[in-house]
T-cell receptor, first 115, second 110 residues
Framework: AQSVAQPEDQVNVAEGNPLTVKCTYS??????LFWYVQYPNRGLQFLLK??????LVKGSYGFEAEFNKSQTSFHLKKPSALVSDSALYFC?????????????FGSGTRLLVRP | NAGVTQTPKFQVLKTGQSMTLQCAQD?????MYWYRQDPGMGLRLIYY???????DKGEVPNGYNVSRLNKREFSLRLESAAPSQTSVYFC?????????FGPGTRLTVT
């Protein structure tokens, strides 16, 4: 079965510093990986995805993610954090079963950027 | 273009009461989903509908029923609410790889 794991419940970083939010995956076949962000009292918003191609994927709001097949990881990164980046971040993997696509989500990582 | 809308935004129920959560999308997507979000557990799939006229169970379907009324609307019903169903419920729709989420319904069962 497809799964993703987010080993950190919370990540704290100072504004202006680089940030990393970790995700590892377990899939059969080629992975289709996603990052979503959830701001307080809002639904999830798509940030970026990896389907195939370059291992460094660029997404919205200056975020990028690095796909590493040997380490089965898909870490989310940003070179310089903003206070407004504080939110809940979810890694997800696509699961295709019963003729339909579903997303399997990690448990989420809360990012707190302090001024 | 409103995307995915959900009603109500908040609801408090007593144990044993019933209610229906409504979801609609205006993106002409075939697939729709219901998730629940609980602290430390991410989003878990309750039911999904790959296309109009079909519904299937997800990871945590017990205590819920769904109706895919038409291509736009996908409702979630709690027949006899239990405190364990206190959660935030999200509806989503998709066409292909990406899912688009509604703003959520915060449900408390006392």
């Amino acid at each position: 079965a497809q799964s993703v794991a987010q080993p950190e419940d919370q990540v704290n970083v100072a504004e202006g510093n680089p940030l990393t939010v970790k995700c590892t995956y377990s899939v059969s076949g080629n992975p289709y990986l996603f990052w979503y962000v959830q701001y307080p009292n809002r639904g999830l918003q798509f940030l970026l995805k990896y389907i195939t191609g370059d291992n460094l994927v660029k997404g919205s709001y200056g975020f990028e993610a690095e796909f590493n097949k040997s380490q089965t990881s898909f870490h989310l990164k940003k070179p310089s954090a903003l206070v407004s980046d504080s939110a809940l971040y979810f890694c997800a993997v696509r699961d295709y079963r019963d003729s339909s696509y579903k997303l399997i989500f990690g448990s989420g990582t809360r990012l707190l950027v302090r001024p | 273009n409103a995307g995915v809308t959900q009603t109500p935004k908040f609801q408090v129920l007593k144990t044993g009461q019933s209610m229906t959560l409504q979801c609609a999308q205006d993106m002409n997507h075939n697939s729709m989903y219901w998730y629940r979000q609980d602290p430390g557990m991410g989003l878990r799939l309750i039911y999904y509908s790959a296309s109009e006229g079909t519904t299937d169970k997800g990871e945590v379907p017990n205590g819920y029923n769904v109706s895919r009324l038409n291509k736009r609307e996908f409702s979630l019903r709690l027949e006899s609410a239990a405190p364990s169903q206190t959660s935030v419920y999200f509806c989503a729709s998709s066409e292909g790889q990406l899912q688009y989420f509604g703003p959520g319904t915060r449900l408390t069962v006392t």
